[in-house]
């Protein structure tokens, strides 16, 4: 298993951005897909992002597309999720997460190893 530690999150104004990280340990990181979810109270967590163990390709959902861009390091064993032109429907705990097949599953039960979170909160 690889572990997975989120951090970058905070408060910031509607229209501004945020830079998560996420940090894993291990050797194995470059043999996964990574996902970004979120999170807000009493809802499922929702599929955001992910990218290809070569990051090489990237998928979105719909609501986050050309705001948010999800990229990785291989060799600092980091993925990142840049998000842009934030809005207060945003807020939510940000997870990052492996996963194995690609296209991405949507579902949170198809990731494997997850992170904390990372609180993002945007104000109106």
């Known amino acids: 298993q690889v572990h997975l530690v989120e951090s970058g999150g905070g408060l910031v104004q509607a229209g501004g951005s945020l830079r998560l990280s996420c940090a894993a340990s291990?050797?194995?990181?470059?043999?996964?897909?990574m996902g970004w979810f979120r999170q807000t109270p009493g809802k499922e967590r929702e599929f955001v992002a992910a990218?290809?163990?070569?990051?090489?390709?990237?998928y979105y959902a719909d609501s986050v597309k050309g705001r948010f861009t999800i990229s990785r390091d291989n060799a600092k064993n980091t993925a990142y999720l840049q998000m842009n032109s934030l809005k207060p429907e945003d807020t939510a705990v940000y997870y990052c997460?492996?996963?194995?097949?690609?296209?991405?599953?949507?579902?949170?039960?198809?990731?494997?190893?997850w992170g904390q979170g990372t609180q993002v909160t945007v104000s109106s």
């Open positions: 997460a492996t996963g194995s097949g690609w296209p991405p599953e949507r579902s949170a039960a198809e990731f494997g190893s």
């Open positions: 291990g050797r194995t990181f470059r043999r996964y897909n």
């Open positions: 990218i290809r163990w070569t990051g090489g390709s990237t």
